[in-house]
């Protein structure tokens, strides 16, 4: 098992940033995904930014590319998304996600909820304009 724990939402002005926090204690696999998935009010939850604890296959939704930036401490068994820039239509709950198995074999793996075991809470971040 595997619990996920976010941090870090809040409120915040249109161009400005976030750092959002995502520890995970369990059993960690380490060639597992992490992903950030949210949530916008009335849409389905949708894919963000995802990457393995050996750092390899890092990947974003376009809508937050060059503009946000997933990593990772592997000695705090923590991941982070940095959000610059950010944008009214960023305002959504955050989740956090942890894979149990590595899905090499599955193109683009990191994007589909289904491979996900794990999810956090959610954490609400939320952008004025």
């Known amino acids: 098992q595997v619990q996920l724990v976010e941090s870090g939402g809040g409120l915040v002005q249109a161009g400005g940033s976030l750092r959002l926090s995502c520890a995970a204690s369990g059993r960690t696999f380490s060639d597992s995904f992490m992903g950030w998935f949210r949530r916008a009010p009335g849409q389905e939850r949708a894919f963000v930014a995802a990457t393995r604890w050996t750092g390899e296959n890092t990947n974003y939704a376009v809508s937050v590319e060059g503009r946000f930036t997933i990593s990772r401490d592997n000695t705090k068994n923590t991941v982070y998304l940095q959000m610059n820039n950010l944008k009214p239509e960023d305002t959504a709950v955050y989740y956090c996600?942890?894979?149990?198995?590595?899905?090499?074999?599955?193109?683009?793996?990191?994007?589909?909820?289904?491979?996900?075991?794990?999810w956090g809470q959610g954490t609400q971040v939320t952008v004025s304009s």
């Open positions: 996600a942890s894979t149990s198995k590595s899905f090499r074999g599955v193109t683009r793996a990191w994007e589909y909820e289904w491979v996900y075991d794990y």
